[in-house]
Nanobody, 124 residues
Framework: QLQLVESGGGLVQPGGSLRLSCIVSGFRVADYGIGWFRQAPGKEREEISC????????PYAASVEGRFTISRDNAKNTVYLQMNSLKPEDTGVYYCASTGYYACRRYASEFDVWGQGTQVTVSS
């Protein structure tokens, strides 16, 4: 059974950091594109970053460039999203998803397996 489970969300003050985890079961993270998305209230789901099978770093969304870093631990079959210098506008539900394919894709509709999401709230 293909499954992705996110964890690590929570409440953090502006300027703080969080590390999200996406634990994958049913397939190897090293074989597929895994992306991180977020959805703020009243907004569309936005792709933050994606890591393909090669592990190559791809451009991040402009809104998080220089602050967020995606990484992968093949032994733990887990993909991470390190989030630094958090801002109130980073608030939302964060999801990880797989393309079902070795490459990354740009749009949420192109990802076929999703986690349940983890809430991140940045507020003082």
């Amino acid at each position: 059974q293909l499954q992705l489970v996110e964890s690590g969300g929570g409440l953090v003050q502006p300027g703080g950091s969080l590390r999200l985890s996406c634990i994958v079961s049913g397939f190897r993270v090293a074989d597929y594109g895994i992306g991180w998305f977020r959805q703020a209230p009243g907004k569309e789901r936005e792709e933050i970053s994606c890591i393909p099978d090669s592990g190559q770093t791809l451009p991040y969304a402009a809104s998080v460039e220089g602050r967020f870093t995606i990484s992968r631990d093949n032994a733990k079959n887990t993909v991470y999203l390190q989030m630094n210098s958090l801002k109130p506008e980073d608030t939302g539900v964060y999801y990880c998803a797989s393309t079902g394919y070795y490459a990354c894709r740009r749009y949420a509709s192109e990802f076929d397996v999703w986690g349940q999401g983890t809430q991140v709230t940045v507020s003082s």
